[in-house]
C-alpha cells in the first residue's frame, strides 16, 4: 500500500540532492514493491533488510553514494551517515540524508534506533511518518508518535513544538503537553 507515493517522494527528494532511507517493517508488502519500484524507474537501491549475507556490501553501496536510496528494516548496528569513516579509512558521502517511515512502528525504542542510524556525530537526518488517513495505519501512527513522546519526556525533552505540528498537519491525536505534567 501506498508504495507509489513513497516512491515518488524518494525520487524527489533525491533530485534535490539528498540521500534517502526508506523504512518498513515488513519486506513482502513494502521492501520489495518499493526497491522494486525505484528499480524499474531507474534508480539503484541499497537493500538492507531482511535476512540477506549482504547487508554490509549494500550498506557501503549507499555510503559510498552508488545507491542514493537504501531500503531498511535493519534497526541496530549499523550506520548510515553522512561523513562516517569507512572502515578502509574513506568517507561516506556528504550528501544530507532524509528518512521516511513508510510503516509505522509499534515499539518507539525501534523508531529512535531507526532514526539514529543517519542521526549522529553532528549530522541531521529529518524523518517523516507516512500514513493512511482513517486507516489502521493512522492508529499505529498515533501509537508510535504517542510512545516516542513518552520516552522523550521521560528524559524530560522538549515536546513544546507539538502543538504548531499538529495544527500544520491538521491532526488532532498529538498531545498537546507532556504525557507527565499534571
Known sequence: LRVEETVEKVLAD???GYQVLVAVEHVTTAADPIAQLLEDRGEPVARI???RD???QERIKFQRGRCKV???NTVSSISLHANEQLADGTVATTAPRRGYFHQPRYSAIAAQ????????DGQHCPWFLLYGENTIEEKAAQRMTERLIVNATSVDADT?????LAS???VDWLP???AFDE
Open 14 to 16: 533525491i533530485e534535490d
Open 49 to 51: 533488510y531482511g535476512g
Open 54 to 56: 549482504t547487508l554490509e
Open 70 to 72: 537504501a531500503v531498511i
Open 113 to 120: 534506533q531507526m532514526m539514529g542510524r543517519a542521526h549522529r
Open 160 to 164: 513544546s513544538f507539538l502543538a504548531s
Open 168 to 170: 500544520l498537519f491538521g
Open 176 to 178: 498537546m503537553q507532556s
